[in-house]
């Protein structure tokens, strides 16, 4: 059996999504649903929402009422696939326009690199919406996109 890690000691509480959002996908597999990435299901081996579809995904958190995120930590995992997925995260105070906070790269090898954290720090105010745009494989391989776990603070 694995062992996974805890999730890391920050300031300030983790957001309940689940009790204080309601979550958009463009896409997700029967057996890999969104509420995967929010079940503190931590580290490699955990539990992930996998899009049912190949090719890029949204994944937006609309809350509802405005929050404060200081910290976004997300978890990626890839095993069977060689592929570089991009993930671009974007702030929206009204719902309508976003703004881009972070975009990042990951390689993912089965022979090597299959797991990925970040924990990112922010100081936003007044979030009404949350959005994670994956673009599986910059190769444009029929890969799906796949996120293990995101949680605010």
């Given at each position: 059996m ?15 999504i ?124 029929a ?11």
């Open positions: 694995l062992a996974r890690p805890k999730e890391p000691a920050v300031q300030g509480t983790e957001i309940p689940a009790s204080v959002a309601t979550v958009y996908v463009t896409s997700e597999a029967m057996d890999h649903p969104i509420d995967h990435a929010f079940d503190n299901q931590y580290g490699p081996g955990g539990t992930r929402w996998v899009a049912q579809e190949p090719g890029e995904q949204a994944i937006i958190v609309a809350f509802d009422t405005p929050q404060s995120i200081h910290q976004v930590t997300l978890e990626v995992e890839e095993q069977q696939t060689s592929r570089t997925q991009e993930l671009q995260l974007a702030i929206s105070t009204d719902g309508q326009t976003y703004r881009e906070l972070r975009r990042q790269e990951y390689t993912f090898s089965p022979k090597g690199a299959t797991f990925e954290r970040e924990e990112w720090t922010l100081q936003e105010e007044d979030v009404t919406h949350l959005r994670l745009w994956i673009k599986p494989d910059k190769g444009d391989k890969c799906h996109a796949s996120l293990t776990s995101l949680a605010l603070r």
